[in-house]
């Protein structure tokens, strides 16, 4: 088992940054890829972005590509979503997700454990 744990989350201006963490307990962290996915009000759960387990391989959704950057310190067993230039749009409960031996995948049925997720809300 892996328990994931999102923090960072909260209410901030257009234009703005926050920077999520999720943090890992259990099973090494370092055998799982890490996903970030959102979710809005009355819309179905959508892929932000994935690093894969040594941190070599990064995707991102095309709609935060070059705003959002993806890290995780296997040290620290936590992975990082860093959030600049934030948009209205990007408003939406942001969850962490680790796939166990994965890849860093696109797809949410791909993982394994997710965490309990955290509001982000952008305000104009």
């Known amino acids: 088992q892996v328990q994931l744990v999102e923090s960072g989350g909260g209410l901030v201006q257009a234009g703005g940054s926050l920077r999520l963490s999720c943090a890992a307990s259990g099973r090494t962290f370092s055998n799982c890829a890490l996903g970030w996915f959102r979710q809005a009000p009355g819309k179905e759960r959508e892929f932000v972005a994935a690093?894969?387990?040594?941190?070599?391989?990064?995707s991102y959704a095309d709609s935060v590509k070059g705003r959002f950057t993806i890290s995780r310190d296997n040290a620290r067993n936590t992975g990082y979503l860093q959030m600049l230039s934030l948009k209205r749009e990007d408003t939406a409960v942001y969850y962490c997700a680790a796939e166990l031996w994965g890849l860093g995948s696109s797809v949410a049925r791909n993982y394994n454990y997710w965490g309990q997720g955290t509001q982000v809300t952008v305000s104009s």
């Open positions: 690093i894969s387990r040594s941190g070599g391989t990064i």
